[in-house]
T-cell receptor, first 112, second 110 residues
């Protein structure tokens, strides 16, 4: 599986967009980019995933560069409840039972 | 739907004691997983199952056993607990692309 690199922490002002970067320079053609988040002490929560096109859902947008070597998760209007650790994961899809490798992620702090 | 539930939420064990953690899902998912998370670290896969009656080792399987006798349940057993197994344990299930996680079990081994 491709390795991902994320900044250890970021701050964002409440109401502003939070842009979380992820580098995955060794990604292969059949690997997807997934984003999960973990709010303190809770189980990780799925946010979004994509292959090459930009994706948007009710929670966030995912922007993947044309060469697919990096991506950005965008929370358009961050709230205090978005304070969490955000994990970028690269994995084939569908994955027939294999695990996701959760690295240390980015700790996002949304400030009032 | 309750999603993924875990029992118990908290437990304190003495070294050498045994216990079983129960994970249940009502989404008819084929795949189920057990992870552990230690302070300040990401999740590490202990064991997983690709269907009823099947199990496989993950990244850190030593000291744990699992069983998947029913599709909706995935049990994690500690036969002889050690302080190194103090952790938060998360169960997850998935169909294809997305894993759904339970709320976690906080286990302390004294």
């Amino acid at each position: 599986d491709a390795k991902t690199t994320q900044p250890p922490s970021m701050d964002c002002a409440e109401g502003r967009a939070a842009n979380l970067p992820c580098n995955h320079s060794t990604i292969s053609g059949n690997e997807y980019v997934y984003w999960y988040r973990q709010i303190h002490s809770q189980g990780p929560q799925y946010i979004i995933h994509g292959l090459k096109n930009n994706e948007t859902n009710e929670m966030a947008s995912l922007i993947i560069t044309e060469d697919r070597k990096s991506s950005t998760l965008i929370l358009p209007h961050a709230t205090l409840r978005d304070t969490a650790v955000y994990y970028c994961i690269v994995r084939e899809s569908p994955f027939y039972g294999q695990n996701f490798v959760f690295g240390p992620g980015t700790r996002l702090s949304v400030l009032p | 739907n309750a999603g993924v539930t875990q029992t118990p939420k908290f437990r304190v064990l003495k070294t050498g004691q045994s216990m079983t953690l129960l994970c249940a899902q009502d989404m008819n998912h084929e795949y189920m997983y057990w992870y552990r998370q230690d302070p300040g670290m990401g999740l590490r896969l202990i064991h997983y199952s690709v269907g009823e009656g099947t199990t496989a080792k993950g990244e850190v399987p030593d000291g744990y056993n699992v069983s998947r006798l029913k599709k909706q349940n995935f049990l994690l057993g500690l036969e002889s607990a050690a302080p190194s197994q103090t952790s938060v344990y998360f169960c997850a299930s998935s169909l294809l692309n997305t894993q759904y996680f339970g709320p976690g079990t906080r286990l302390t081994v004294l």
